[in-house]
């Protein structure tokens, strides 16, 4: 977790002073409605049945915003997070205020980093770490080139239903799996591409909920959206300058910086032949470098904003403007990443004479069963120890289990020898020796040390069997709670719980998780 979030969340002065609204604003003061662009809310309404949803908004309401790109199965279990965050925060705005209150999904189907959402992960019933990676193919099993293809055009195939499979028999069963794995197949084979298979997931399991899915590719966003892009255009790099501003303010204040820009970067992209192309402004005109440098002036840009608005998105940091332009958002449900890329928007907002939004961060979890529990106490360890390197983490484990012959001895020793060597050090510093011969005795100490350790370590892995089975422990220990070294919601796929838990998961997650509690609370499941 970034020190920036900490100090956020902790409400540190300066590090608040970079945001809008204080997120604990909404407590005090209803957020206040105003009518969503006509059009836009026209094709909203239009786009929920589609998804499989009934939803009833008249169009004016406040609203909470929060997103995600579209990952396989849904992306990382925080994903769902975030989305119950935002659904439990509209209810109790409502619930507070007594207004109307909406919250809204992004499914950023205009994204393109594939590759930072082919893959997904699970534990399978023995703990062992399942990553798969998905690489989609033609009619003829040829590799599509999917390189700034955005993710409303990026296929699904025959290898995802393979991926349902391989879930299905080696996840974590239960009575509740076949319709979890039945809802995987029915949403896939509806799909008309990877975002859309990610909207039809969130929408079956949100459907009892009033959570509203939205896809920014709709042409009604993109008209609607037109302003903001114009703004970009007709005063090129303002925006890129402002961030590199905000930039700098962040390094004074310790906090490096998530948003880097190169001076000639503009924050919107060009559609071109169906791909998201970089736009950058060098030399008083427009030039796309993916397009051999294709080169348009300002007044060309200008007039094809106009005709095809549906070919322009921004991107990670005129987004939130967007975002903001289409919807009235009270607040903005974020992860601890995002709120750092958020620390660096405000000047952004001001420069398109938009209001910023409350940062609100999103609930965050740890799934963990009884089993797991006992096992880290066994172990005299914490979540966060499961993050450490490997072999210093089973030193760790090892030390605190039953001592290893001879352990108690050798510290005995360890303790005799460097309390004689320091004397020895303090007696040669006050005699008229040579210039290095306390520096001799110094390191004499320090490879002493060294070498107390080392045989510590053999003492504790001297039994070949304790060793193996606390690594084959630890190492199901990490894959569950701390896969690949990182916080558990980051990696494991929601379908890793839901597998195991049913369809009602979901409301279990709203009925434990408190919007305005920021701490990680530990849900226990099986």
């Known amino acids: 977790m970034s020190r920036l979030f900490e100090d956020y969340i902790a409400g540190k002065p300066e590090v608040r002073a970079l945001f809008g609204p204080e997120p604990e604003s909404l407590n005090a003061r209803a957020p206040a409605g105003r009518p969503w662009d006509g059009p836009l809310a026209e094709a909203l309404q239009a786009l929920q049945p589609k998804l499989g949803l009934q939803r009833e908004f008249r169009g ?4 909470i915003v929060t997103g995600q790109q579209p990952g396989l199965f849904l992306g990382p279990m925080y994903t769902l997070y975030k989305a119950v965050t935002a659904v439990a925060l509209a209810r109790r705005m409502r619930e507070r205020h007594g207004i109307a209150c909406v919250p809204v999904f992004w499914v950023a189907s205009e994204d393109h980093d594939f590759d930072e959402v082919r893959w997904f992960a699970y534990t399978d019933a023995h703990g062992q770490l399942v990553r798969e990676f998905y690489t989609p193919r033609d009619a003829q099993g040829e590799p599509v080139d999917i390189a700034g293809l955005p993710m409303h055009k990026v296929p699904v195939d025959g290898e995802l239903f393979r991926f349902v499979d391989r879930l299905a028999a080696r996840g974590t069963a239960s009575d509740q799996s076949a319709e979890v794995t039945a809802l995987l197949r029915d949403t896939l084979s509806q799909a008309a591409s990877v975002s859309n298979w990610f909207a039809r997931l969130m929408a079956a399991l949100f459907k009892d909920t009033d959570l509203v899915i939205f896809a920014p590719h709709m042409r009604t966003a993109r008209v609607a959206a037109a302003p903001v892009i114009r ?19 962040l390094e004074s204040l310790g906090y490096a910086p998530p948003i880097l820009k190169a001076a000639s970067a503009c924050n919107f992209f060009l559609n071109v032949n169906g791909r998201r192309r970089k736009v950058v402004f060098e030399k008083g005109r427009f030039m796309l470098p993916e397009e051999d440098c294709h080169i348009l002036a300002q007044e060309e840009m200008l007039a094809l904003l106009d005709a095809a608005p549906e070919r322009f998105s921004p991107n990670v940091a005129l987004r939130p403007v967007v975002q903001q332009v289409l919807f009235p958002a009270a607040a903005y449900v974020a992860g601890p990443g995002e709120i750092a890329y958020w620390a660096q928007l405000k000047p952004v907002f001001d420069h398109h004479g938009i209001t910023m939004p409350a940062v609100w961060p999103r609930a965050r979890a740890l799934m963990i069963t009884p089993k797991e529990r006992r096992k880290l106490a066994a172990g005299g360890l914490t979540v966060e120890d499961l993050a450490l390197p490997e072999e210093m983490l089973l030193n760790r484990a090892l030390d605190t289990e039953a001592p290893a012959p001879l ?3 050798l510290e005995q020793h360890r303790v005799t020898v460097d309390s004689q060597l320091a004397a020895l050090i303090q007696e040669l510093a006050g005699a008229a020796t040579g210039p290095n011969t306390v520096a001799l005795a110094e390191e004499m100490r320090r490879q002493a040390a060294r070498g107390f350790e080392r045989i510590a370590g053999n003492l ?8 193996e089975d606390a690594r084959k422990r630890l190492a199901v220990l990490r894959n569950r709670l701390a896969p690949f070294g990182k916080p558990q919601e980051r990696v494991l796929s929601p379908f890793n719980y839901l597998l195991s838990q049913g369809l009602g998961f979901v409301d279990r997650l709203l009925n434990e998780l408190d919007p305005e509690d920021w701490r990680v609370r530990e849900i226990e499941w099986l």
């Open 460 to 467: 504790l892995r001297g039994d070949a069997r304790r060793v």
């Open 231 to 249: 703004r970009e255009i007709e005063a090129p790099l303002a925006s890129t300058a402002l961030l590199a501003k905000s930039a700098k303010r």
């Open 407 to 409: 352990t108690g001895a």
């Open 60 to 63: 004016d309401e406040a609203v």
